[in-house]
């Protein structure tokens, strides 16, 4: 089974306003977490990711916070906008140093002008 | 910026044939590739990871004589999907790993359907 999943299956933000989406993983022996952004149709695209040594990582309009103590992984996206509507995944390594991941069950964003 | 190109983006088969999915790395040497499979609407399963020169490690679950991969170069992986069944339609999806950046890096996908 999957040991990456989401809080919740939807997330419906206002255009311009900050989004939150959650997850929650349970190997704690994983060390490389990553978010991906996939709309329909496509392959998964690289939003960013942070290692087990760091808490926070901030992309351009994004940031990963990871919290080992309780295994929750958060990605926010600062003043959505619509063409960030798609499907939200987060994926951990399933063993340290690897590359082989497990993905969540996914949040779909839709941004509502 | 490094690129996967996976191809075809979509296939149509009859039952019962075989088809290959091609995975090439553009920029860069990819010395592992994973290969994804993904329901509508569901998350990523990992399939198998291919190491080049050497034989593809396999998932539970995963039949390696229905699923067989192929990783001849450092740039191309392939899946061929042998006697495909209409349960085998599906969204098929590569990725490799680029060892200097320490990054992974996914195609564009395969929907394949199995009439």
């Known amino acids: 089974g999957e040991s990456v999943g989401l809080h919740l299956p939807t997330l419906s933000v206002q255009e311009g306003d900050n989004s939150i989406i959650n997850c929650a993983y349970s190997n704690s022996a994983s060390d490389y977490f990553i978010w991906y952004k996939q709309e329909s149709g496509k392959g998964p695209q690289f939003i960013i990711d942070?290692?087990?040594?760091?808490d926070k990582r901030q992309g351009q309009r994004v940031t990963v916070l990871l919290n080992k103590t309780v295994k929750h992984l958060s990605l926010q996206i600062a003043a959505t906008q619509p063409g960030d509507s798609a499907v939200y995944f987060c994926a951990e390594n399933m063993a340290p140093n690897d590359y082989k991941l497990s993905f969540g069950a996914g949040t779909t964003v839709t941004v509502r002008a | 910026g490094a690129v996967v190109s996976q191809h075809p983006s979509r296939v149509i088969c009859k039952s019962g044939t075989s088809v290959k999915i091609e995975c090439r790395s553009l920029d860069f040497q990819a010395t592992t590739m994973f290969w994804y499979r993904q329901f509508p609407k569901k998350s990523l399963m990992l399939m198998a990871t291919?190491?080049?020169?050497?034989?593809?490690?396999?998932e539970q679950g995963v039949e390696k004589d229905k699923f067989l991969i192929n990783h001849a170069s450092l740039t191309l992986s392939t899946l061929t999907v042998t006697s495909a069944h209409p349960e085998d339609s599906s969204f098929y999806i590569c990725s490799a790993r680029v060892r200097q950046w320490e990054k992974l890096f996914f195609g564009s996908g395969t929907q394949l359907s199995v009439l």
């Open positions: 942070i290692r087990s040594n760091m």
């Open positions: 291919s190491n080049e020169g050497s034989k593809a490690t396999y």
